[in-house]
Each structure stands twice: as C-alpha cells, then as structure tokens.
C-alpha cells in the first residue's frame, strides 16, 4: 500500500524526488504519512480534496483483500 501511494503521489506533483511516504502498522490497521513538497501540496489535495478523496479510495479498496484499515494523511 505504500508503494501504491507513492506511484500516485508521484505521478501528480512536479517535485518527484520529494515524496516521502512514511508507514506504521498495528494488526488490524495502516497509518500512511505522505509528505509533498509545499508548492505540490494543491496538486495532491486537488479542488475540494478530491484528488486527496481519490487516492484515499484506491488505498482503501486495495487494503480490502488483506482486511486491513487504511488511514492516509497528507503533510508538506
């Protein structure tokens, strides 16, 4: 799942090299910290959030086959 937010995160910003994706685990749940630089930050959130909303989604729908909960938080 992680490299799954990073793909995307990646393929959305101008500044590649400054995505970091950072991943903590407990038994039942994911916490994804994704950090962008601060003039990508609009790109990743999108209008109204709904790029945020998307990527969330996808990450979510993946988690699925592992029965796992998915939280992923956007930071610069």
């Known amino acids: ?3 799954l937010v990073e793909v995307l995160a990646k393929a959305l910003v101008d500044h590649p090299d400054q995505v970091l994706v950072a991943q903590s685990e407990t038994e039942r749940s994911v916490h994804l910290q994704l950090t962008v630089a601060a003039e990508d930050m609009g790109k990743v ?3 109204q959030g709904r ?3 998307a990527i969330r989604t996808l990450v ?3 988690a699925v086959k592992d029965g796992r909960r998915v ?4 930071d610069q």
């Open 1 to 3: 799942m992680k490299e």
């Open 45 to 47: 959130i999108g209008k």
């Open 51 to 53: 790029i945020a909303n």
């Open 60 to 62: 979510k729908a993946a």
């Open 71 to 74: 939280h992923v938080d956007i």
